[in-house]
């Protein structure tokens, strides 16, 4: 099963006041393994970055001038995602933003339902606690050191790591199809088995490993 893992900065927080998408990074996972397939680009938004979104991610309106506008990537970033499930930490933002440069053009709107929101999980497994990607990390002992900034392909690496924990939270249980030799891990999109049947030696393989044993201790304790 390949999988997304997405993530944008932009000019500011809400599309309402005309802000624009200035970065994207997505990473591909394939059974929650990241692959060596990423997409990534800065966009020139044509407008100017609030001063508040400067602080979060450091992106310069004279840096930003110079890069590709959306219509010059949507293509390539299209065909990347394509078939695929995004993963996305408070999709809400990022998908308002990504719809919005797609409105613009023209383009179909990505569903919501093709989405898992690792904000929504982990709200759910953890009530009531902080559950930024900062507080994930710290929750699931990831180094997050690199993250002075918000940035689109480190936030997608960090992300990767934090879904792989949130995605993998069920105990083992018996699988009654595959009998009681087997133990299951499983969640929502995949299941592994376990052999779990206890096996005995027999007679001549408890000789045998006594025989080793005797034979390579130094101090032997069978005779």
């Given at each position: 099963?390949k999988?997304?893992?997405?993530?944008?900065?932009?000019?500011?927080?809400?599309v309402?006041?005309?802000?624009?998408?200035?970065e994207i990074?997505?990473l591909?996972l394939?059974?929650?393994?990241?692959t060596?397939?990423?997409?990534h680009?800065?966009?020139?938004?044509?407008?100017?970055?609030?001063?508040?979104?400067?602080?979060v991610?450091?992106?310069?309106?004279?840096?930003?001038s110079?890069?590709?506008?959306?219509?010059?990537?949507v293509?390539?970033?299209?065909n990347?995602?394509?078939?695929k499930?995004?993963v996305?930490?408070n999709?809400?933002?990022?998908?308002?933003?990504?719809n919005?440069?797609?409105?613009?053009?023209?383009?179909?709107?990505i569903?919501?339902?093709?989405v898992v929101?690792t904000?929504?999980?982990?709200?759910?497994k953890?009530?009531g606690?902080?559950n930024?990607?900062?507080?994930?990390?710290?929750?699931?002992?990831?180094?997050?050191?690199r993250?002075?900034?918000?940035?689109?392909?480190?936030?997608?690496?960090?992300?990767?790591k934090?879904?792989?924990?949130l995605?993998d939270q069920?105990?083992?249980?018996?699988?009654l199809?595959?009998?009681?030799?087997?133990?299951v891990?499983e969640?929502?999109?995949?299941?592994?088995?376990?052999f779990n049947?206890v096996i005995?030696?027999?007679e001549e393989?408890?000789?045998?490993?006594k025989?080793f044993?005797k034979?390579?201790?130094?101090?032997?304790?069978?005779?």
């Amino acid at each position: 099963m390949k999988e997304v893992i997405l993530d944008t900065e932009t000019t500011g927080l809400d599309v309402k006041d005309g802000h624009r998408i200035v970065e994207i990074g997505c990473l591909e996972l394939d059974n929650f393994v990241l692959t060596s397939k990423k997409f990534h680009c800065y966009l020139n938004p044509e407008r100017k970055v609030s001063e508040q979104a400067f602080k979060v991610h450091g992106y310069t309106d004279i840096f930003l001038s110079s890069q590709k506008k959306f219509y010059e990537v949507v293509d390539e970033f299209l065909n990347f995602i394509r078939d695929k499930k995004l993963v996305i930490h408070n999709a809400s933002f990022d998908l308002s933003h990504l719809n919005n440069e797609l409105a613009i053009l023209g383009k179909k709107k990505i569903n919501e339902k093709n989405v898992v929101d690792t904000l929504e999980l982990a709200r759910k497994k953890f009530p009531g606690s902080q559950n930024s990607l900062d507080a994930l990390c710290k929750r699931y002992k990831i180094d997050n050191s690199r993250r002075v900034k918000h940035t689109a392909l480190i936030d997608c690496e960090l992300l990767s790591k934090v879904y792989v924990n949130l995605a993998d939270q069920k105990e083992p249980k018996f699988d009654l199809e595959m009998g009681d030799n087997f133990l299951v891990s499983e969640n929502k999109d995949h299941k592994v088995k376990y052999f779990n049947k206890v096996i005995q030696p027999t007679e001549e393989e408890l000789k045998s490993h006594k025989n080793f044993l005797k034979n390579n201790l130094k101090k032997n304790f069978f005779n």
